[in-house]
């Protein structure tokens, strides 16, 4: 092999989001919900009403990923589909509460997470995703 395992990118980009998103977690634990589902919340909180599709594009999620996701945000009450060939989904007024809980929650392990890459860390972390978008 022309690389070392531990050098797959791919790999070690999947390991950073694991650790990322445990912090997260820890956080979601009360309510129930994923760290997919807090970002399709986020962004229905930005977006209002939008095809489901759109979702996934936004946050280069795979199609059955993003389904999977509103259908147990559904079940929970926090967003809604209309029966469209193409629904279009946005949040429930719970929804809206949950997003306006969540995001000093969000907020505090953002700056977590933000105090522990450092401005230096953070400034390499976009150009990293700008390189390779």
């Known amino acids: 092999m022309k690389y070392d395992l531990q050098l797959c990118i791919g790999s070690r980009l999947r390991r950073l989001s694991r650790i990322a998103d445990g912090h997260f977690r820890s956080q979601l634990s009360e309510f129930n919900i994923t760290e997919n589902q807090m970002t399709i919340l986020f962004v229905l909180s930005k977006m209002g009403k939008v095809e489901q599709g759109k979702i996934g594009q936004v946050l280069v999620l795979e199609r059955s990923t993003v389904s999977r996701n ?5 079940k929970q009450n926090y967003v809604t589909r209309t029966s469209a060939y193409r629904p279009e989904i946005e949040l429930s007024k719970t929804g809206k509460e949950l997003v306006q809980t969540l ?22 972390l ?8």
């Open 103 to 124: 995001i000093p929650l969000w907020e505090e392990t953002m700056d977590e997470l933000i105090t522990k890459l450092g401005e230096n860390g953070l400034t390499h």
């Open 70 to 74: 509103i259908k147990l945000l559904e």
């Open 126 to 133: 976009t150009a990293l995703e700008n390189s390779l978008s």
